[in-house]
């Protein structure tokens, strides 16, 4: 497996990363809010445009994990749409996925790091508490859901 940057040709393997990630807590979401974390081709073209992505890929080309990534302002980087596929969930995927994301962030001069996450994401919330991040006690409206801020 390697972590690399995605490219268009990758839509198809993201998205359905991505849901295949996400379908478990499809009923914790609003439907805007399941849409905007699962993306359509569409709106996937609209955030590489905006951000970097990355993608995990096995040797035989399958994307198996991904994340985003970027600079929201004098020194902050943030990340989203962090997702594995499920199959492959405590493999260490998500750790390379996060560390080159983070690399990249450091990389473009950030000295913080935010995410946001939904309560629904408890493995997630752990995985990314022992990385580091800390809630910051912000809570955002998501489409109608609350969403928590953590920071490192």
């Not at 996450?117 to 609350?146: C, W």
Request: proline share 3%; aromatic share 8%; glycine share 8%.
């Amino acid at each position: 497996m390697s972590v690399r940057s995605a490219t268009e040709a990758d839509c198809d393997g993201i998205l359905a990363c991505l849901h295949s990630a996400f379908e478990p807590y499809k009923t914790n979401y609003t439907p805007a809010a399941y849409n905007d974390t699962v993306l359509t081709r569409e709106s996937l073209l609209a955030r590489m445009k905006d951000m970097s992505i990355f993608v995990a890929v096995t040797e035989a080309g399958e994307i198996i994990g991904t994340i985003a990534c970027q600079v929201r302002g004098e020194g902050e980087g943030h990340l989203r749409g962090m997702a594995v596929d499920p199959r492959l969930q405590g493999c260490g995927i998500s750790q390379q996925l996060l560390e080159r994301a983070e690399s990249e962030l450091h990389a473009r001069h950030c000295q913080r790091i935010t995410l946001d996450t939904t309560q629904y994401l408890q493995r997630a919330i752990h995985f990314y508490e022992r990385n580091g991040y800390r809630a910051s006690g912000k809570v955002t409206d998501f489409f109608g859901m609350p969403l928590y801020e953590y920071i490192k």
